[in-house]
């Protein structure tokens, strides 16, 4: 189908409404960690925390992620996304509020991991439901609803600044957030694709976590190692190492932010165009070259440009990977991406972990050519990617 032409689904029904209601779920939990994440400092500092209370919560958060992420999948599979996005759009929009009003650690943790588990159930069932939408259509859109998950994560942190700017505390900041998007949510679910006529009366059988599964997990995860090295380490590589002004060095970060954006954007017609093997290879390749070349000649402008084509090369990995997940078997979508997810979720926990530990032996630009070499990894393996028969 030419790109431009309105895409219509059987009988001739418009899809434009489920593509748009899609892209505001991802949209939505975009915002919601751009402003929680904004927000973390007012949090510290309202609680007093030291440093390593404070990572006892965010730890909190990634074990709900990952719990949740183990019923998510058999949820979604179960009574279709269609039927549990909405819900679970609306209990993590309000979720995201008692963080900001926790009085004390316990109650911090307990809070952000209660937001870890129903965050959960948000990602996997939108994510299945884009492959369903994806499919419906005839064409890649997977990209592009990432890529709005990261314009929903520049739109979060605009709202987080903006509240502190006024002086606003965290509570009232996620307040707003996570209530108007509540309500928002409630409105988009009702332009998704119709759900199944009937519910299974019987869980589905539990995924099995195929080789072919954890390879594509094992992509997921390099691809999100690499995001998370240059969200924790691109600026300090260039204020520390290069010696660039705190100016600069943030230009940096912002560069590779603004790229992976972008590059998501137009994932979805690279996708069309070359196909997801050749696409994913490809940005592997651009991803490992512009970084370890930018980290060989050692300069602050070779580095924002390195940072820069290392963002567009990782931009269109991760929603390919999803796809090719959700593509692989539909009947068990949800349980295919929950499974994969946690694989790959696991690298933005481990990536700056990782990268840190061996910058303590090596140096940080060494240890920067991990994600270089995870980069050529994926690109090696982009074959595991193509489309099932």
């Known amino acids: 189908m030419p790109p431009g032409r309105l895409l219509t689904g059987p009988g001739g029904a418009s899809l434009t409404g489920p593509r748009l209601a899609v892209s505001f779920f991802f949209l939505a939990l975009g915002t919601l960690s751009g402003a929680w994440a904004t927000r973390i400092p007012a949090v510290k500092q309202d609680l007093g925390l030291s440093n390593g209370q404070l990572a006892y919560g965010l730890f909190a958060l990634t074990t709900g992620l990952i719990v949740g992420m183990r019923f998510a999948g058999r949820l979604t599979d179960r009574f279709g996304s269609a039927r549990v996005i909405t819900p679970a759009a609306v209990v993590t929009a309000l979720a995201v509020i008692p963080p900001g009003y926790a009085p004390t650690l316990p109650l911090l943790i307990a809070s952000l991991f209660l937001y870890g588990v129903v965050n959960a159930s948000l990602d996997v069932s939108m994510n299945a439901h884009g492959v369903e939408v994806e499919r419906a259509c005839g064409r890649p859109l997977m990209s592009g609803f990432h890529g709005m998950y990261s314009v929903g994560g520049l739109l979060g942190a605009g709202v987080g600044g903006l509240f502190a700017w006024f002086g606003a505390g965290a509570g009232p900041t996620l307040a707003t957030t996570g209530v108007t998007l509540a309500l928002t949510c409630l409105l988009a679910g009702r332009h998704l694709l119709p759900p199944a006529p009937t519910v299974r009366e019987n869980p589905p059988p539990r995924t099995r976590r195929t080789g072919w599964i954890i390879l594509i997990g094992v992509v997921a995860f390099a691809g999100l190692v690499g995001e998370g090295a240059a969200v924790d380490w691109t600026a300090v590589y260039l204020f520390e ?75 269109t990995i991760v929603p390919q990977v999803f796809s090719a997940a959700g593509n692989h078997d539909p009947e068990h979508a949800g349980a295919s991406i929950a499974q994969v997810a946690t694989i790959g979720y696991a690298g933005l926990v481990a990536g700056p972990a990782l990268i840190g530990g061996a910058a303590e032996i090596v140096g940080l630009p060494a240890a920067l050519g991990i994600p270089v070499l995870l980069a050529a990894f994926m690109s090696a393996s982009a074959g595991a990617l193509r489309p099932p028969r």
Do not use: E, I
């Not at 370890?292 to 050692?298: D, F, K, N, P």
């Open 241 to 315: 190492d290069l010696h660039a002004s705190q100016g600069v060095a943030a230009l940096g970060f912002a560069a590779f932010s603004t790229a992976m954006t972008v590059g998501r954007l137009a994932g979805d017609r690279l996708a069309l165009r070359f196909g997801p093997v050749r696409l994913v290879r490809v940005s592997g390749l651009l991803a490992a070259v512009s970084l370890g070349a930018a980290l060989l000649v050692g300069q602050v402008p070779a580095a924002v440009v390195g940072f820069t084509l290392f963002g567009l090369g990782l931009a």
